[in-house]
């Protein structure tokens, strides 16, 4: 009983302070692209650059694309969702740091930095799922399935995982500045370990132990990244994919949430010395 009224109490918090949060957030992307001339339209230019090179050189020159149809679309698809788990990560990372005066001068609920980036996150998220959208219906190639609902979990899971490390990493973070350097690494690793520029068929085909084939299935991400191509991919029928995976992403998501309600727990015992280490 008093385990579930310590982490009642602190979301009641949180949801008392959700005007504070929204002003976060638009603080966040206002200051993201002040001075720009093209403000938030830059917001597209790294994803749009990435899918051009991915596209010439992996597509193209090294003829990853004869293995995969409509390959664009696949790229953007997920770059798209990546980037979502990415920029959330990366800013809950540093959003207690990034916001250190507010922490040392006014009491307000910690968590509100992680969450933010998140809103923030979300935005730029939107952005490029538009695009995503409009260059389905260009191509005449949009996903008219009820398989569509796969982008659901597939978000869900980003967003619980991201939150989840990022609140930990945020407070850990405050103690030890290398981590949020060490996160931008394993952005690198998680990404290239993940199918975003690959199939997972071809994962499949190469890897002959079945244990490790497993591994990298159930990688929370590797789900999150196949469900939204299935959305929004609609060759996604034309290329093997892991049995079961609505399933897969269920306990994904169960397992997500006992890391997030844990990972909060740890942010709020460490909360206590975060304006004495700033």
């Known amino acids: 009983m008093s ?5 009642v109490t602190p979301v009641r918090d949180l949801f008392g302070h959700r005007e504070l949060l929204g002003l976060l957030v638009r603080r966040d992307l206002k200051a993201k692209y002040k001075d720009s001339a093209l403000g938030f339209l830059w917001s597209l230019a790294r994803p749009l650059m990435q ?3 991915y596209y010439i050189v992996l597509g193209q020159f090294l003829q990853a694309a004869r293995g995969i149809p409509d390959f664009a679309i696949y790229i953007f698809t997920g770059l798209t969702i ?6 959330t990560l990366v800013g809950a990372t540093g959003a207690v740091i990034a916001n250190a005066a507010l922490v040392k ?21 939107s952005i490029q799922l538009g695009i995503l959208v409009v260059a389905t219906v260009v191509s005449g190639s949009f996903p008219w399935h009820a398989e569509l609902l796969y982008a659901i979990p597939s978000v869900l899971i980003v967003l619980i995982y991201a939150l ?11 103690y030890l500045r290398d981590v949020q350097y060490l996160v931008e690494v394993a952005m690198m690793v998680l990404f290239w370990a993940s199918p975003v520029v690959y199939s997972w068929q071809m994962v499949s085909e190469r890897v002959t132990n079945s244990l490790v084939l497993e591994l990298y299935t159930n990688n929370p991400l590797t789900l999150a990244v196949i469900g939204f191509q299935r959305a929004f991919w609609i060759e996604s029928d034309s290329v093997a994919q892991p049995a079961d995976l609505l399933l897969r992403m269920t306990i994904a998501i169960g397992v997500g949430l006992v890391i997030l309600i844990g990972s909060h727990r740890i942010f709020l015992r460490l909360q206590g010395d975060f304006a004495q280490e700033l």
């Open 82 to 87: 990546m980037g979502l788990f990415s920029e």
């Open 3 to 7: 385990g579930a009224r310590s982490f």
């Open 105 to 125: 001068k006014v009491y307000v609920p910690r968590e509100l930095f992680p969450l933010a980036s998140v809103g923030s996150a979300l935005f730029n998220f």
């Open 164 to 174: 989840g490390f990022g609140l930990f990493l945020a407070a850990a973070n405050v």
């Open 51 to 53: 899918l051009a090179i």
